[in-house]
């Protein structure tokens, strides 16, 4: 097993983004001192552990696991110091050895990257491509979901970014959110386009585009609202046609759709995703950081920054053989490679093949030596994955 990816997540955020389930808190420099050290602690920790249970001779040096991508993700990420930084990225160093054309992500908010500064420093540390929360161009509808930037700090941070040197860059967007008609959305996809065609000497502005329907979660602001009957969810009919013109736009503009959610240029798909949706093992560090071993277990740290600091031991399962078929249909039928009959038991294609034909029948989805969703599958896959699942 040589594949391995590296995930950290950073809980600090500097304000709450509305919509934003995710685990984060605002605290400040005494808590991410604190976050910082349990991070090198939990490292070596995981480091060790698991060379001891993955031991790799072809690895050089031979005593460090050896990573494909690495991702910073939160929270933001862009909200840790220069020293905090360095302390991190020596030790992910120290640990781990990192191939020599590893993917480092680092998510940022636009307006962390309006001058050069970060951009540069992270340049510096090795990262290679960035990850940029801009959900919508519309000042007005930013300021509604309680984001900190402007558009005009997006267009500022793609220019620092590939005036540092860092050339692959992904952007966020988000549909369905309150008040958001199908011409807002059209906006702010033509925008996101004209940023891919606008070029940076030989490069992209925007190599990478994932996009995301809006999904009111317990627990966030937005939920509140939506409660309190202060905000309408957009139907969904709208965002369908939402979903539609974002496609269509984006393979117009040359985007390969390899995942239900995510659209690339030519060579700049994520690596680190592609090895969640693959299988591949990952360790994940940090708060509520979740790893797989690859083979059947999981494990997560607690959503606790103060339990996290003080080593709250982490929870872990032990995935069934139906579990882990599960796994394989709601991962690999994501992306547009499909889910290869050749992972499956003879019992599970039989199983599968007979669950699917109706599907295949309607033109939901094609089988030969793997099963994918078509282009009208896409729209319905979440009921396909559920009758697809294992019936126990």
């Known amino acids: 097993m040589n594949k391995l990816s590296l995930y950290i997540h950073v809980p600090f955020c500097q304000k709450r983004c509305h919509y934003c389930s995710f685990y984060s808190t605002t605290f400040g420099k005494a808590e991410r001192d604190l976050y ?23 690895t050089a040096p031979a005593d460090r696991p050896e990573v494909q991508t690495v991702y910073f993700g939160g929270g933001t990420p862009s909200q840790l110091d220069e020293e905090e930084l360095s302390l991190i990225f020596t030790a992910i160093r120290h640990h781990f050895n990192i191939a020599n054309e590893a993917e480092i992500t680092f998510e940022c908010n636009p307006d962390d990257l309006d001058s050069t500064d970060l951009a540069t420093t992270l340049k510096r540390f090795g990262v290679n491509r960035i990850s940029m929360g801009v959900q919508s161009f519309d000042d007005e509808m930013l300021r509604s979901i309680n984001r900190r930037h402007s558009a005009a700090q997006v267009f500022n941070a793609i220019r620092s970014v590939h005036k540092a040197g860092i050339h692959n860059v992904s952007i966020d967007l988000i549909y369905g959110l309150p008040n958001q008609t199908l011409e807002d959305w059209k906006k702010d996809v033509n925008r996101a ?32 609202m939506h409660a309190r009957g202060e905000i309408k969810e957009v139907d969904e009919q709208t965002t369908l046609e939402m979903y539609s013109y974002l496609i269509n736009a984006l393979e117009a503009a040359g985007f390969l759709h390899y995942e239900i959610s995510n659209f690339a240029l030519p060579g700049y798909h994520s690596c680190h995703n592609t090895a969640y949706w693959t299988g591949v093992p990952y360790i994940g560090l940090g708060p509520a950081a979740h790893s797989y071993d690859g083979l059947a277990t999981r494990r997560w740290n607690s959503s606790d920054l103060k339990a996290y600091c003080a080593n709250q031991p982490y929870e872990e399962e032990h995935l069934t053989p139906s579990e882990l078929y599960d796994e394989l249909v709601m991962t690999r039928l994501r992306t547009r490679d499909g889910l290869p009959l050749s992972l499956l038991t003879e019992a599970q294609r039989r199983y599968i093949l007979r669950e699917a034909r109706r599907y295949v029948e309607t033109g939901h989805l094609c089988v030969d030596e793997k099963i994918r969703l078509t282009r009208k599958g896409i729209f319905i896959s979440d009921t396909i994955f559920a009758d697809l699942m294992s019936a126990e």
């Open 36 to 58: 910082v050290q349990a991070l090198l602690r939990e490292m070596e920790t995981r480091a060790e552990m698991w060379h001891q249970q993955h031991p790799n001779k072809d």
């Open 193 to 224: 386009v004209s940023l891919a065609q606008e070029s940076h000497g030989p490069y992209p502005a925007v190599t990478h585009i994932s996009s995301y329907c809006l999904s009111i979660e317990p627990g966030t602001h937005l939920y509140n």
